[in-house]
Nanobody, 124 residues
Framework: QVQLVESGGGLVQAGESLTLSCAASGYPGSRYSMGWFRQAPGKEREFVSAIRWSDGDTYYADSVKGRFTISRPNAANTVYLQMNSLKPEDTAAYYC?????????????????WGQGTQVTVSS
């Protein structure tokens, strides 16, 4: 049984940083891509970032490009999302997800498994 556990969320002030972690268990091997999505109150869940297992390529939403960095050291079972220069509009529940897909990584439907989410709140 695949399980994803996110951690690292919290309350910070605008301009500060946070690093989210997501540990996957129960997945045979390491050939799966990992992504982050977020959902703010009253809004739909949106893509944030992803990293493809086959070549390590990374993808970012325009709203976080240049501020967030996704990493997965040694293609292990943990993915990180380093979030710098946080803004109040980054406030949301952040979800980790995994997929065998190597083509489409920016849509929710491409992902097979999801974590429970971790809350990030950025005060102004």
């Amino acid at each position: 049984q695949v399980q994803l556990v996110e951690s690292g969320g919290g309350l910070v002030q605008a301009g500060e940083s946070l690093t989210l972690s997501c540990a996957a268990s129960g997945y045979p091997g390491s050939r799966y891509s990992m992504g982050w999505f977020r959902q703010a109150p009253g809004k739909e869940r949106e893509f944030v970032s992803a990293i493809r297992w086959s070549d390590g390529d990374t993808y970012y939403a325009d709203s976080v490009k240049g501020r967030f960095t996704i990493s997965r050291p040694n293609a292990a079972n943990t993915v990180y999302l380093q979030m710098n220069s946080l803004k109040p509009e980054d406030t949301a529940a952040y979800y980790c997800a995994t997929t065998r897909n190597v083509v489409v990584l920016t849509t929710q439907g491409a992902y097979d498994y999801w974590g429970q989410g971790t809350q990030v709140t950025v005060s102004s």
